[in-house]
């Protein structure tokens, strides 16, 4: 029989783990628990947690996405393209890569829905074909000078502490917040959100409810194409330049952050709380190794150590839990 | 060689039909940059340079098709590669140059068969996690890719490892009464790993443990011990790619080729692999390699960017896919899978 | 389906009798909406003709279907799935509290009470069921199809749902009661409508209702069973176990099995009949007592040595664990004898496998244009009858049979009992457990009654009646 202490859920144990690696950190390094860290740490992993927050949604609804990068990089590209021509302003670059991110993950609900290609190849295709593209109509050259309006980016609440340091809500903070914000909403609260974790739970029954299923999935490929728009926006603002070839490739960071959160690939199963902890322990675990004086070139080691040991001991808990109720 | 279990296929099953309709993409692509390159399309020169390129992306979705014929994925193939790569490469590069002679050679034999000793003992491990602990392979696989390219990059500091024997080099630029002799690597893998998954009790198993695991198990066999085998060539079959990419570039690094792992993907599911598991060709695989290459070697001679021919597999990965579910009248309303 | 009539009162429950294929699961979907019938047909509904219906008109008309497998969301909990339908239905937001109410409510009218935060997929499957007649009730369902309800329950739990059904009833609710057990009609049917190869062979009322009526209508032929007589004394025992323990499933269990004997073991749901098969099998390792083959004590540690020591088991649930419906007919008969079909080099003797395949297809009489077609191309009854090939090829000493006619209609059953005669005759010992009583007594030698993992009696088929066997079982 399990303890009473022991956690039961699978962010429970995600939180005391991260807890427990704050702990260490602060005690092996006097820079980790301070407010510059906290805002380092979600300013440079804003892009990744940005589109595990789309991802979520996606996996929650028994589906898998791989063309978000591609989709981000089109998005920013044609962004800035229009607003070094034009004067478009804030609202303007928002609405394109929202629009823009919106469209292309429309066409992947499409290929899935309507042409009825199982979600990995449809959008593994549609990663070749959206990059291959903008590759091609671009020659992958840069964009090295972007607005200065952009350059600055949005600093609200910004204040000097005593030593000098400088803090603010950017824009990495301000769209991560957002973002998970709202997608917490859709899940818990908007009859959208239960819509589409009961049919990542049993897409027959839903269909049989008559769930709007065809809705469900625009909404879905949509939201991951909007939360893609966003990330590419507040990634340029970092980068302040735009590289067309960088995205890409960074899928399945994105996919192990949300796993390690608790999500299933089999659809129905995941949380906005188990998502925001698993980023949090990989981005802690890089941040923390770093400043406790660790090589950074092994902290993909420890990323990977860190997700083998999650996945296997998710695996073990499930396989235990399914012997005793037999 | 071709087709399941040595069976003669169903009516409408694909195995058949399916190599049909690749074929005629292909020869229909050739006709096309034929037309449009002229008599440069075929030219010695533009075949050669396709032999010596297709045996790596090859060699990597033989490893990818085998894991997914099991109804796995294996995400760590090319971390993989490359860290048998660096193994083998770090050995061979702290060998005194310019020596020959017996116990030069061993050494040299040696170094090579450390990496395939790393490449063994990392599919034990992956395959243990995924057949006893009951990890599923994507997670598992994607899990070991992250560790692996980890410990190439903390080894190395992301630095290239070079400069090997001519011995080694030969394996990957040399060539055999004309044919390269990746080209003739790949065909030493393709053949033996296509009879072993269609002419094989093994090659069975992992076919029936792709479309049913359970049921395979209850048939009295060990499924896990054939995951594991399974997971042990996929990891061999990356490591035999690594050496070939190594011998080609004369060096070795951590991220060579990361770019590909999709692509190996694509290039399986062209080929007909069902990412659920339970059907893969290798026939299928060689052919859907084939046509890729060709696109790519057409558009490079044609002058276009490298990139539109990556655009255009993405679109033939649509079209075939959507056509076969249309052809197969497997217009299915529900993705019963998911119902695991 | 063709040219057929149905019709059902308020406040009735009318059962819909057939086989596989008879048109049944035809009829349902037509009446909830999921299919329309050819122009012609025309449904009536409280005096109100339509030419068809869809889901959301039978919906709105209060028809509500309880699918077998119960389509609910394991991953939403009680309160969502019994108010399902203030989900697919209603403003921005999840209205949570309305359906909490609604939930109770529809539980209240049931007369139970589930915990409305717990998640469906943790309860266990007659408390699904609940959950989904609930839902039905929730969605003002006036007239609910309760398709093969009974499958997966226990005895109890049948009772159970037989009782709620009259209730139901009482309270003006229609119910058509779709389901292939004879008993079962008996005992809830108002009405029973008999259908055959999609047409109407006749509604029976209250009183005409028989089950040798019932049985021949269904099938065309009429079935006589008789128990088989016969004495093994004389026979070596080929399984011997005795004193078999596993904590929490079974305990102290012991018999012996004769070559072509049949040993029925039935008992409740959890009673603990499966769990020793299993153990038998080598998928469980019984924590103390005795297992011997032929005299010798064994021991195994997987299925695989239960499978060396000639022991097969044909699991209750055929066609997801007994297998693989994909793949190829052959590839699934040689499944078992895998081992035996390799040779020095690895690969598989050809020539051997060919003739293995061509022979069990061909002795079992299994209907296939090509084995290298896929299983799930097979007629029912056909898969039924490849699960016994693929076990037959490796000419086992014991087979023990679990459940082998739940979700088998009568003519397959026939089917499959006359393949297990052919095998007794060969002299294989057989393992029949089953929760049917007249099953287990008509196809037996010998029947052990288990209760809470013990064996509380045993008993000679022929000796014994089915009305005594079935006191015992539910003592």
Same mark, same amino acid.
């Given at each position: ?29 006097? *820079? ?18 940005? =589109? ?69 190849? *449809? ?32 600093? =609200? ?165 399914? *012997?005793?109720?037999? | ?47 050669? %340079? ?12 033989? %490893? ?32 005194? %140059? ?243 | ?475």
């Amino acid at each position: 029989m399990p303890s009473r202490l022991m956690p039961r859920s699978h962010e429970a144990w995600l939180l005391v783990v991260v807890l427990l690696l704050c702990i260490l950190l602060s005690i092996l390094s006097p *820079a980790f628990l301070t407010f510059r860290n906290a805002q380092d740490l979600i300013t440079t992993n804003a892009f990744t947690a940005i =589109l595990a927050a789309g991802l979520l949604v996606v996996l929650v609804s028994g589906g898998i996405d791989i063309s978000f990068t591609a989709t981000a990089t089109v998005a920013q590209y044609l962004a800035f393209t229009v607003a070094n021509a034009y004067d478009v302003g804030w609202l303007g670059i928002v609405a394109i890569v929202s629009g823009v991110g919106i469209s292309l993950g429309l066409l992947n609900a499409v290929l899935i829905q309507i042409l009825r290609i199982p979600s990995i190849i *449809a959008t593994l295709a549609t990663l070749n074909v959206y990059y291959g593209l903008l590759i091609f109509v671009t020659r992958g050259d840069y964009i090295y000078a972007l607005p200065q309006w952009f350059n600055s980016g949005i600093e =609200l609440f910004a204040f000097r502490d005593g030593d000098g340091n400088y803090f603010s809500l950017n824009l990495q903070i301000l769209a991560t917040v957002l973002v998970f914000a709202a997608t917490w909403l859709i899940l818990r609260y908007m009859r959208l959100g239960r819509q589409i974790t009961a049919f990542g739970g049993n897409r027959e029954a839903a269909r049989r409810l008559g769930l709007p299923i065809l809705k469900l999935q625009c909404f879905v490929y949509g939201w991951m194409g909007f939360c893609a728009g966003i990330a590419s926006l507040v990634q340029a603002q970092l980068a302040q330049s735009i590289a067309p070839t960088v995205l890409v490739g960074r899928e399945l960071d994105v996919l192990a952050a949300v796993v390690l959160g608790g999500a299933s690939l089999m659809g129905g199963v995941g949380t906005v709380l188990g998502t925001i902890l698993g980023l949090a322990l990989v981005a802690i675990l890089q941040n923390g190794l770093i400043l406790a004086g660790f090589s950074s070139y092994w902290s993909g080691f420890a990323t990977g150590l860190v997700i083998v040991v999650a996945v296997c001991a998710t695996a073990y808990r499930t396989n235990r839990a399914e *012997a005793l109720v037999k | 060689m071709i087709g399941r279990p040595g069976f003669p296929a169903g009516p409408g099953r694909g195995g058949f039909g399916l190599n049909t309709g690749l074929l005629a993409v292909l020869l229909g692509l050739i006709v096309l940059f034929s037309l449009l390159a002229g008599s440069d399309f075929l030219s010695l020169r533009t075949v050669s %340079a396709f032999a010596f390129q297709l045996p790596e992306l090859g060699i990597l979705s033989l %490893a990818m098709m085998v894991a997914m014929l099991s109804g796995g994925l294996n995400l760590s193939v090319i971390a993989l590669a490359n860290l048998c790569a660096l193994t083998m490469g770090s050995l061979l590069t702290v060998l005194p %140059a310019g020596e020959s002679g017996l116990p030069w050679l061993a050494a040299v034999v040696a170094s090579v068969a450390a990496g395939f000793v790393v490449a063994a003992i990392v599919g034990l491990v992956t395959g243990y996690i995924i057949a006893y602990i009951g990890v599923s392979p994507i997670l598992a696989t994607l899990g070991m890719m992250t560790l692996l390219s980890g410990i190439s990059v903390g080894m190395t500091r992301g630095n290239i490892v070079s400069g090997f024997p001519d011995a080694i080099v030969f394996f990957g630029n040399g060539t055999v009464v004309g044919i390269p002799v990746p080209l003739l690597i790949f065909i030493a893998c393709v053949v033996p790993v296509a009879i072993l998954l269609t002419r094989s009790p093994f090659g069975l198993s992992v076919t029936m443990i792709g479309s049913n695991q359970r049921a395979t198990h209850y048939s009295g066999v060990d499924t896990r011990r054939a995951l594991v085998k399974l997971y042990v060539l996929s990891s061999l079959l990356a490591c035999l790619a690594g050496f070939v990419m190594m011998a080609r570039f004369n060096s070795a690094n951590a991220s060579y080729g990361e770019s590909y792992l999709l692509v190996t993907v694509l290039a399986c599911v062209l080929g007909g692999a069902d990412p659920y598991g339970g059907f893969a060709r290798t026939s299928g695989l060689v052919l859907a390699l084939v046509i890729l290459q060709v696109i790519s070697s057409a558009f490079n001679l044609l002058g276009f960017n490298p990139f539109f021919a990556i655009a255009i597999w993405g679109l033939i990965l649509i079209a075939t896919t959507a056509l076969r579910a249309v052809a197969g009248g497997n217009l299915r309303l529900i993705d019963w899978r998911l119902f695991r | 389906m063709d040219d057929l009539d149905f019709d059902v009162h308020a406040g009735e429950v009318h059962c819909l009798l057939g086989e596989n294929g008879s048109g049944k699961s035809t009829l349902v979907k037509i009446i909830c909406g999921v299919e329309r019938p050819e122009p012609g047909g025309e449904i009536v509904i409280e005096g109100r003709p339509e030419p068809y219906l869809t889901a959301a008109r039978a919906a709105a008309h209060g028809i509500q279907v309880i699918y077998q497998d119960l389509s609910l969301f394991p991953n939403l909990t009680v309160a969502e799935n019994i108010a399902a339908d203030l989900m697919a239905h209603g403003g921005l937001l999840v209205d949570r509290q309305g359906m909490r109410v609604a939930a109770e409510a529809a539980m209240a009218r049931i007369g139970i009470a589930l915990d409305l935060d717990r998640k469906v997929g943790d309860l266990p499957i007659a408390q699904r069921q609940l959950v989904a007649i609930c839902r039905a009730l929730a969605a003002n369902g006036r007239l609910l199809i309760m398709d093969e309800p009974t499958a997966s329950l226990t005895r109890h739990e049948v009772d159970a749902l037989l009782n709620l059904v009259h209730q139901l009833k009482s309270e003006g609710v229609s119910i058509i009661f779709v389901t292939h057990r004879l008993d079962e009609v008996l005992q809830v049917a108002e009405r029973v409508t008999v259908l055959r190869d999609g047409r109407r062979l006749g509604t029976l009322e209250k009183g005409q209702i028989e089950k040798s009526v019932l049985s021949e209508l269904m099938t065309g032929r009429q079935f006589h069973y008789a128990a088989p007589r016969a004495d093994f004394s004389s026979l070596d025992p080929v399984l011997t176990v005795s004193h078999l323990s596993r904590a929490g499933e079974y305990e102290d269990i012991g018999f012996d099995l004769r070559p072509g004997e049949v040993l029925a073991i039935t008992g409740l749901l959890g009673s603990g009949r499966t769990e020793v098969a299993l153990s038998l099998f080598g998928m469980t390792k019984p924590d103390s007592g005795q297992i011997a083959v032929n005299g010798r004590p064994v021991r195994f540690r997987s299925n695989r040595d239960a499978i060396a020591e000639g022991i097969a088991y044909v699991p209750e649930d055929r066609l997801s664990m007994g297998l693989v419906l994909p793949q190829p007919i052959a590839s699934n008969v040689i499944l078992t004898v895998l081992d035996w079909l390799r040779n020095w080099t690895g690969l598989f003797k050809t020539a051997e496998r060919d003739a293995l395949v061509a022979r069990w297809i061909g002795h079992l009489s299994i209907k296939a244009p090509d084995v290298g077609a896929p299983v799930r191309t097979l007629s029912g009854g056909n898969q039924q009858r490849l699960v016994l090939a693929k076990w037959l090829a490796r000419g086992p000493r014991v087979l023990i049979l679990d459940s082998p006619t739940v979700g088998v209609d009568i003519s397959a059953k026939d089917g499959i009992y006359r393949i297990v005669a052919d095998m007794l005759a060969e002299g294989v010992a057989v393992i029949l457990i089953s929760d049917e009583i007249a099953e287990a007594l008509h196809h037996s030698h010998r029947v052990l009654v288990m209760r809470q993992g013990r064996i509380v009696s045993a008993h000679v088929s022929a000796e014994t009646g089915e009305h005594e066997l079935s006191e015992i079982v539910h003592a």
